[in-house]
Structure formats: C-alpha cells, structure tokens
C-alpha cells in the first residue's frame, strides 16, 4: 500500500471512529436521563450531554484532518520526541485507552504546525499538508523541516486552498493559517488586540478563529460570560454564519449592532438571540420601523458629548429635598430630617454608582435611618417591616430621586428645547441642538419612534441606570466604522472582559469613521490594547490589490498598502455608452468561469440592471442565478446584485463594479466606499463606467 492509499485507509478510520463518538454521546444522553442524583444535578448534565449530541451531530461532512505533524528524536521535541499527530478542525478520539486519532487545531501541539519552520522547527521532523476535492483525499505535501525544506505560505497545497473559488458563505481558514495570523487568533483571553487589516489579509476570519480558540482554551469561563461578535449588516452575518460550526462552536452570538440595541430596547419585539446557526435564517429582521434621522441629525447623536448631554439630563431629576421623610407605623411616626435627608442624597452623588443603584441606596439609607429611630424605641425590624417601611418611604424619595426609564430621559432631551438647552448647554450649538429636536414630539416617551442612531442614545442612558450584562470577549468587526457612541455600547459590554478589533481604516465609510484606531480604542475603554497590522493580503490577488493601492494616496488615512501574495488576477477597465448592456456582457463572460459572481453598483441602480440581466440570461437559470445579499437563492447562487453599501465584509471571485463616479458621489465617503468595492474581487475585476472615473482612479487600457 502506498503513502497515499495508507492516508486514505487512516482517513476512512477517523470517519468511523467520529460516527463511534456520536453513537457514544447519543447512549451517555439516555443513560444521563436516568442518572441518579438531585434533579438540579440530572437536569444539567442532561443539558451538557445534549449540547455535546447536537454538536457531534451538527458536525459538517468536512475533512476529518488537514495536515500532520512528525516530531524527531532531538532534545527539541520535547514530551512530543518521536511521536505522529493529525490536526484537524475537531478532536476524534481513539478506542479506549488509545491516542485521540486526530488533535484539533487548536490545541497546544498544534501551534508548532502553523509556526515551525526551518528556522525554529519546534522539533519537528516533517510536516505533512493534505490536499482535499469534497471528502475525497488527493494528495500531500511534506515538509522536511530538519532538512531545511520550508514551503510555508508558497505551499502548493496551501495556495491552492486560498485560490479556490469561492461560492458560497465563508470557510474556515485552520488549514492555511499563517504565523502572524495564528499569533493573533491565540492571543490570550485577557488581552485586548486590534488588526488593522488591508483586504483580503484574513482578519475577519482571524477573528472568528479567535473566537473558536478562546472557547476552547477557556471553555468554563466564557461558558459562563458568553462571546459576542458584532458585524456591519446581516448580509454579512450570513456570509459569516458557517465558519464557527464548522469549528464546532455554535453557542456564539453573532448579530450586528442595530439587532443588539434593537433587541434590548424592545425586547418584545426582538428577544431571540441571533446565534451562528440562527444567522442563517430571519436575516431580514432588523430595526425595520424605526425612524430615520436626517444626516446632521446622526451626526449629532453619534457623537460622544450627547454621553455629557444625557449624564445631565439624567442627573437634573435629582432634586434637593425640601422637607422631611415621615412614616407612621402603628401608633409611632418615624422622621428623616430634611438635613439627614440632603446629607443622603449628597453622599449617594458623590459615590457615582448608577443612577438606579443610587435610587436604592437613598431609600435604603432612608429606611436604615427611620430603622434606628424604631429601635431606640423597642421595634423588632424583621423584613416585613422593612418592607412595609421601604414602600411607605419610596413616594418621598420619588420626590429627591424619581424612578426613570432610559426613553423618558432622551424624550425628553429630544422633545423638550428647554430641556435640551439646559442639558447641552457648553457641549452642543444651537445648531446642532436644533438639528436633533423633534419638529413633532409625540404625546408620550410610549409613542416615539426612533432612529437607529436613537436605540444608541437609549442604550447610554440605559448604562447610566444600571451597568449593562457583560461578555467575557467581544469581537467587533469593520469597527473603523463605529461611531464614539456606538464604541461606548461595547465599551459597557466588555467592561470586564477583552475585545479583538478588526477593521481597516481606509475601509472607513460613515461620516464618522476613525482615522486612527488609538482614539477608537479610546471610546471602546481599550486605550491600551495592542495595534497589529496585517498587510499580506491572500485572497485580493496582485492585479487588483495594484488598482486599488492608487485610491490609498487620496483617502485621509495612513495605512500600508495591500501586499498581495498572489500575482495573478485581472483587471478590466471599459469605458461604455451603454452600462446596462456592457454589464450584461460582463456577467455571461464570467459565467464561463467557476466561482461567485457580484454585480456592485449604486444603490438607486441595482433594480434596473437586475432587470436586465434577468431579462437577457437564460430563462430556466435566471431563479438560480441572481440573489439580492442576504437572501441566497435555493441552491448555490452564482450571481448576486447588490449595492454598494451592502459590500463590506463580502468577497466573490468575479466582481462587476458598474459606474464608479456615482459610486463615489452617493456618500460623504465614497471613495472609501469605492476602495471597498474594488477590494471584493478575489480573482477577476471589471470596471464599467460611462462617465468619467473619480479622481485618484487610475486610467488602465480598456480591454
């Protein structure tokens, strides 16, 4: 038997040993159901022995490995001297008493195969790469390490897996992960990192992975505090909604920051959790209902002095009091001087708990101080007194400190000019204050509707009142695009946890986009995290990085330009007096080729070149071939039109950019929204444009 057929043999075995796990985890589910104990304990470990089946039973029909290590017999190896490892996305054990068959990825021996080299070998003989069509195993590549023999990133197997066409909704990367990658995805939990990263460099995919290895590395801790991973719309959380089962971790949550905000603000409307697997499904649903803010009025509310602003409206309901507490009880009246009563109010203040935590400690003190009156004269305080004594002392405290709801306060400060003016008052212009009035304020805080750039302000005085649940790790990505507001909602969810930022500053596309990520870091309550760039990009190849390093040198930012690792791809750039059927001829020319297509426009123009290519391609293909983003087609859709605001984040092989200058024209940045656009291409670009190309744009030879 020969290398391979030996492979093939081992990797029929890693099949039949991980059908035995799942057959095992289904008996320990009925056995658990029956085990003896408390019914606390039973109901538990049911639960943990459920989740476990599901897991095993959710596993994707991938590979069961992807590389394999051999370890020498030098002092370098280590307790791993001599010894043979499969990796692969999840463990696979061996019978009883054996070595697991396959070690996943992300354990501790597994860090040698992404960082050994013929430099450092970690003790390692040769590593072993596998080649995969679907299941079916077709080759390897060795790497003598001790030799000298270093393939990394030029691995034909591994280029032949970052150049595979991409269809469908993101992959993985463990197979291909390099070592400035696997440096950042195994961070450790308590460190804070932001990647700027240019395109195609695999940041968001270095994210998800972090994610996949802090669950696995801190399984019991972050079970508890839970993942959160926040991305820019839902076409891109679908995108992204296969890569962490495929790790095995479906209990992240993965939702965008209108759902979040949406969700806790209504949370009859919007309570279900958006985890990776549910990504895949009520994608539409979203803040839809919600107001829609003029553009200086967004401006305004995402800006970090509306958090002064609302501190002070909050605030400006605590009153001196003006008077004494005073409870009967029984046949006594018990009395809070009013001076007893300032000195509680004022020394509350001074603690900066929040507000409602301060709202508790004033009736409480209050109760304590009528307390000790009751007992100088033989009272037993008991808890049914206090509680009778709390409600009865709670309408004088509503007085000094009234119970408040996050939507009266920004009603108010939205519907009031006087109540604005007092609270911005040296923070905001009268400009700018009028620019967030409401022209028509509703009867009640019951009856607005609001803005998505509202839901924030909500969200802030909701942190005010109460400190928000936390997450043991948030991972955020395009965060260039978060406003300071919108930092400080994550700021109050990883308050006591870590953050993994990605993003890529020229990628900045909202009028308030961070053009340096220490400020950024600053909002998110991160200032100390590290700043790591990766440039090295391995999916935009070099034709298209080449265009799209020239917009660099007009976009207000300074970030390296894109290295790209592969020298293929084409670029097209055609001048055309008819844009639609130019792009009809584009699209059936890339039909000839396998992989994702996306025709990218302005967002006024996508319906009418949807029309046209539904009208001109074949009839019996056109319902499987055009999507709008977000909502894929039944079966593998091929072509998707999608506007350009909807781009980011995404990428297909074949890209189709129609008419640049409106592109640009359509926003405060377009050109960074262009950049975006060109940068989605991961093998072959065509620009089509009837008018003339927006300034920075270089003017290649039309095919």
Not at 643 to 669: N, T
Request: net charge neutral.
């Amino acid at each position: 038997m020969n290398g391979l057929d030996e492979e093939k043999a081992y990797a029929a075995r890693c099949d039949e040993g991980l059908r035995a796990m799942l057959d095992g985890a289904r008996l320990n589910v009925v056995i658990g159901e029956q085990v003896a104990g408390d019914r606390y304990s039973a109901e538990r470990l049911g639960r943990h022995l459920k989740s476990l089946a599901k897991e095993l039973t959710e596993e994707p029909g991938g590979p069961p490995f992807f590389g394999r290590l051999e370890f020498g017999a030098g002092a370098g190896a280590g307790d791993h001297r001599g010894r043979r490892y499969y990796m692969g996305r999840r463990h696979i054990s061996g019978g009883p008493g054996e070595p697991p068959m396959v070690i996943d990825w992300r354990a501790p021996v597994a860090r040698a195969f992404y960082r050994a080299g013929a430099g450092a070998t970690f003790g390692i003989a040769v590593r072993r790469r596998f080649g995969w069509a679907e299941r079916e195993l077709t080759g390897y590549e060795d790497e003598h390490l001790d030799r000298g023999e270093d393939a990394g990133a030029a691995s034909r197997i591994v280029a032949a897996e970052i150049e595979r066409p991409r269809v469908g909704p993101m992959r993985d990367i463990v197979a291909t992960i390099q070592p400035e990658q696997d440096e950042l995805v195994r961070a450790e939990l308590e460190e804070s990192i932001c990647v700027q990263g240019a395109p195609g460099t695999g940041k968001t995919a270095v994210g998800l992975h972090r994610a996949a290895y802090l669950l696995y590395a801190h399984r019991q801790r972050l079970s508890r505090s839970g993942v959160l991973v926040l991305g820019p719309n839902p076409a891109f959380l679908h995108y992204i909604s296969a890569v962490l089962p495929v790790l095995g971790e479906v209990d992240v949550e993965q939702t965008t920051m209108e759902r979040l905000l949406a969700r806790e603000a209504a949370p009859a409307r919007t309570r279900a959790r958006t985890t990776a697997g549910e990504a895949k499904g009520d994608i539409k649903a979203d803040i839809n209902g919600y107001a829609e803010d003029v553009a200086a009025a967004a401006a305004v509310k995402h800006d970090v002095r509306m958090a002064a602003v609302l501190r002070r409206a909050l605030y400006a309901r605590v009153r001196r009091p003006e008077g004494p507490v005073t409870v009967t009880d029984g046949s006594y009246r018990w009395r809070v001087p009013e001076e007893e009563l300032r000195r509680i109010v004022d020394d509350t203040r001074r603690e900066a708990a929040p507000y409602a935590v301060g709202r508790e400690r004033v009736i409480a003190r209050v109760v304590a101080a009528l307390g000790r009156q009751a007992e100088a004269r033989g009272r037993n305080l008991d808890g049914v007194w206090t509680r009778r004594t709390s409600r009865a002392a709670t309408p004088f405290v509503d007085a000094v400190w009234p119970d408040v709801r996050p939507e009266e306060v920004v009603a108010g400060v939205l519907g009031d000019p006087e109540t604005l003016a007092r609270a911005a008052d040296g923070v905001l212009t009268p400009e700018e204050q009028a620019a967030i009035l409401w022209a028509r304020p509703p009867r009640t805080y019951r009856s607005a509707r609001w803005s998505a750039a509202d839901l924030v302000l909500l969200d802030e005085v909701a942190g005010l009142l109460r400190r928000a649940p936390g997450y043991g790790h948030v991972i955020v990505d395009e965060a260039q695009d978060l406003s300071a507001m919108q930092c400080r909602v994550v700021a109050r969810r990883s308050e006591y946890g870590s953050i993994t930022v990605l993003g890529d500053l020229a990628q900045g596309t909202t009028p308030w986009a961070a053009r340096d990520w220490r400020d950024l870091l600053g909002h998110l309550g991160k200032p100390e995290a590290r700043v790591i760039a990766l440039t090295t990009g391995f999916r935009v190849p070099g034709a298209v990085a080449r265009l799209a390093n020239h917009l660099l040198d007009v976009l207000d930012v300074d970030v390296p330009p894109t290295r790209s690792f592969r020298a293929d791809g084409r670029v097209h750039v055609t001048r055309t007096p008819d844009l639609p059927r130019a792009t009809l001829d584009a699209v059936r020319e890339a039909l000839r080729h396998d992989g994702s297509i996306a025709v990218i426009a302005p967002g006024g123009a996508v319906d009418a070149l949807a029309a046209t290519l539904r009208g001109g391609l074949p009839g019996e293909a056109v319902g499987a071939l055009i999507a709008s983003p977000g909502e894929p087609a039944d079966g593998p859709a091929r072509v998707t039109v999608l506007p350009a605001s909807l781009a980011k984040g995404l990428e297909y092989d074949h890209v189709v950019v129609a008419e640049p200058a409106d592109i640009v024209e359509a926003e405060e940045r377009g050109l960074n929204r262009l950049y975006v656009v060109l940068t989605r291409a991961v093998s072959r670009l065509d620009v089509l444009h009837a008018r003339p190309l927006p300034a920075g744009f270089p003017e290649p030879a039309g095919r």
